[in-house]
């Protein structure tokens, strides 16, 4: 039995959306993308939003929640963005924040934020 696990994106993209290995899962970055893989408009807290939201659905598909989360990295395509990014963005862990870092960086098609998280899921 292998100690690593994919799973597979149904995005047309080629990449797994998370991996576990040993009692982490890690989850590829996430854009704010609609299920053909464009980036939705909206402003920061509107994308930061649907982000987060996909990276809870995709926890929950695997077991897990945002209070498992211990590690994000973050890209912001402004960071004149990040004090509203962090206001939607701390409502999305109420069970606590995890360690951070974050980037800015110029993001696939415009899109102004990307979100890679790892979770504990144990053993």
Known sequence: M????????????PF??????????FLS?????????????GDIQAQTRAVLERIALTLAELGAAMGDVVRVTVW??????FT?????????????????STLQAALYKGAKVE?????????
Not at 2 to 13: D, E, F, I, N
Not at 29 to 41: F, R
Not at 115 to 123: K, L, R, S
Request: charged share 15%; aromatic share 8%; proline share 7%.
């Open 16 to 25: 797994s959306k998370a991996v576990k290995a040993g009692g982490f899962l």
């Open 84 to 100: 509203a990014f962090n206001a939607e963005y701390q409502r999305h862990f109420a069970a606590g924040l995890p360690a951070r």
């Open 115 to 123: 979100i890679e998280a790892q979770a504990w899921v144990g053993p």
């Open 2 to 13: 292998s100690a690593v696990t994919r799973y597979p994106t149904a995005l047309p993209v």
């Open 29 to 41: 970055g996430v854009l704010p993308m609609d299920a053909q893989a464009n980036i939705i408009a």
């Open 76 to 81: 912001l395509s402004d960071l004149d963005d």
